[in-house]
Nanobody, 121 residues
Framework: QVQLVESGGGLVQPGGSLRLSCAPS????????MGWYRQAPGKQRELVAD???????NYADSVKGRCTISRDNAKRTVYLQMNSLKPEDTAVYYC???????????????WGQGTQVTVSS
């Protein structure tokens, strides 16, 4: 069984920074696309940023210039550095990884359990 473990959320003041990380446990052959999504109360889950295996990145317009997604393929870990945080960034942040468990098995998506980010003074 594969599980994604997220860390790094918390309470931060407006203008502050946080760094989220997400790593899988279990038997894994390869991780393809990795990404971060968020869901605020009463809203749909939305993409924050994602990164392909060759480091091509994609960001939501709302976080461009403030967030940086990166990955460490050896550790199978994805990071989200968030700077200049705003109250509207408050949400539960979810990690998504597309994982192939064996060379012959198809890749599938796995979600983390979510980590709360609260931006408030």
């Amino acid at each position: 069984q594969v599980q994604l473990v997220e860390s790094g959320g918390g309470l931060v003041q407006p203008g502050g920074s946080l760094r989220l990380s997400c790593a899988p446990s279990g038997m894994i052959f390869r991780v393809d696309t990795m990404g971060w999504y968020r869901q605020a109360p009463g809203k749909q889950r939305e993409l924050v940023a994602d990164i392909t295996r060759d480091d091509t990145t994609n960001y939501a317009d709302s976080v461009k210039g403030r967030c940086t997604i990166s990955r460490d393929n050896a550790k199978r870990t994805v990071y989200l550095q968030m700077n200049s945080l705003k109250p509207e960034d408050t949400a539960v942040y979810y990690c998504l990884q597309t994982i192939r468990r064996l060379p012959v098995t198809p890749a599938r998506e796995y979600w983390g359990q979510g980590t709360q980010v609260t931006v408030s003074s």
